[in-house]
């Protein structure tokens, strides 16, 4: 966005984080920083992705908003998914983007922040309404302590073959990577005879 | 449905059907690289072959609805759209035999991924797990894109795969939105177990908000499954820029699916037996809101639809249109409703899949879709082209066609219902529609078009035209047949 506004942008960030952390702190002690922690840094990657213009930053910054995410599987206990969400978001898919960014040509378009603010404010005016509104009439269920850490992987396992669990979605789950695979393949599976050998015009 | 006095050899038993499918698609993926892609028509056969297995599986099965696996339910209802989607994949694939465009050695992907989104289909309309719903869906969307761009050498091919990648992408992840927001509120996956949450009751006392935009954006999901407006941005670019028969595939199978789980999912959040009042009280506002997507829909499609020039991007808005009119019998909100959606469903089987399979037809002939080529050829090709007129008054819904005897069911559920507006506006339509289906009667039969030699074209597609021409006749004497068929498939609302 525009370079005059990189200052401020980042600077709010820097506030918004020490914020977070000071209210996590206030509120849950130590538990509450880490919880600020990560929800600063799910926050702010997310932002910087959005506001950045180089896509190397946009994607990099998806890497604290990913990790964040982790950061808060693990606060509630739930290990494996803390594990998978690394493995699998910033491990596969975000080197996967950083591999497709780096074999396409750079794109410098500038986005012009005045014809963003109209929708933006519309969008933020319409979130704000039904946030309150979710936030302010649902009773989500809370509690005053964290969940014991449990290992949860054996239990994930059994439920996935057990037939009065998820034994249908888990093997619905591996056709779906199987055509997946299938498709993927076809799409960009070169047949012999389309090749063109470059030795054969040397040779003619 | 004890689940838990059943043995896991008849839970096996019972989901024989999928598990067939399953098998017969994954023995022509192997039957394609054992035959090194060269043998085209031996796996159009085997898949024949392996759906006729599957559809007379399907055939014997009857009785109890149960629930085996903890989530897969079979019923009537699921058995109907199973059924429903095994004949069309039939009709596909003798399309696909047919379709000169394609060269029959290197497309075994085809049958397996055509084959595998049925597979897809069977699980997304037998379940009230909104987690299998899901797969079932990402199953059927994942093969269908890749179906999509299946000419990799033709752009337009490509564009259209490319752009219902974004778009299903897209509306994947506001369903998946939607449905945590639903399992936030409940703390629970299954529609039944939801639609008597005290909790959920609870929530709509207080405010309706949270639960409105959860239900809405789940609903957003199944609108782009089967093209309603706003979610229908994809359908003329994919349904022209796909190979023709893939188009078909779209056209009613992957709708049909999509309406199934609509459906069962309308039907066990808001009226099966047990239901929380409050809930069952809000599913009118639900109810509402479809009406007004019903209308918005068919009017766009409709509109739409009269300036187009190529047939199958005509056909395309045409079908929008006619989800439109469906939606009637879902927006009533009555099991009669929906028995009505269903039966429309039946017909537009017939006259979708006949007119798809005459723009083959005609693309074989011309060369390619656009109307004006097909100026003056219906003296030359008087079978194909006199079926196809039956299948457009079909499609307009004048009698004496299934088309006329569906919209007839529809619009009198949807005054029993109490939408008289919906179907003033759904009436008002079909005559907007009578323009532009007219417009290919009139170019085939009362137009002088440039002389051409008589191509001649596979014996196979003109018989199969014909058949399918026939039905959309044959089921206006004899609603009956269809109609028991439709109201046994409710046993899923219980009682």
Known sequence: ?204 | MDAAAQSYSAQLAAIAPELTLLGVALVVLVADLWTKGKDGKLLAWLSVAGLVLVGALLYGQSGEPKTVFAMVDIDQFGRFFKLFTVASLVVVMGLVVNDRQQRLDDVGEYFFLLLSAGLGVFFMVSTTNLLLLMLGLELLSLCSYALAGFHKGNMTSAEASMKYVVFGGLSAGIMLYGISLMYGLTGTLDLVEMSNSATLAAQLSESPVPVAVAIVLVIAGFAYKISAVPFHFWTPDVYEGAPTPVTTFLAVASKAAGFGALLRFLGAMFMTEGVNEVIAEYGKSIGALLALIAAVTMTMGNLSALKQSSLKRMLAYSSIAHAGYVLIGAAAMTAAGFEAAMWYLAAYYFMNLGAFAVVLYFEAVTGSDKLENLKGLGPKYPMVSVAMVALLVSLTGLPPTVGFYGKYLLFVEGVDAGLMWLVVVAALNSVVSLFYYFRVAKALFLEQGEDAPTVLCSRNLSTLILLLGAGSVYFFFAPDAIQVWAAASLDMLGG
């Open chain 1, 1 to 204: 966005m525009d370079d005059k506004l990189q200052k401020p942008f980042y600077a709010a960030l820097g506030v918004i984080t020490l914020g977070l952390l000071g209210w996590g702190a206030a509120s849950a002690g130590a538990q509450g920083i880490a919880f600020g922690l990560f929800t600063a840094l799910t926050l702010g990657g997310s932002l910087i992705c959005v506001w950045e213009r180089s896509v190397v930053r946009s994607a990099f910054s998806l890497m604290g908003t990913f990790t964040g995410v982790a950061g808060l599987f693990l606060l509630l206990g739930a290990d494996f998914l803390a594990v998978a969400q690394i493995l699998i978001y910033v491990g596969g898919i975000l080197a996967l983007i950083l591999f497709g960014v780096m074999l396409s040509p750079p794109d410098l378009a500038e986005r012009k922040l005045s014809r963003v603010l109209g929708g933006l404010a519309l969008m933020l005016g319409a979130v704000a309404w039904v946030g309150s509104k979710v936030a302010g009439t649902v009773a989500w269920a809370t509690t005053d302590e964290l969940p014991e850490p449990t290992t949860k992987v054996d239990e994930i396992g059994v439920a996935f073959l057990d037939p009065e669990g998820y034994v249908v979605p888990f093997e619905l789950a591996a056709m779906i990577l199987t055509v997946a695979l299938v498709a993927a393949v076809y799409i960009a599976r070169r047949k012999a005879s389309d090749l063109t050998d470059p030795r054969a015009e040397e040779r003619a």
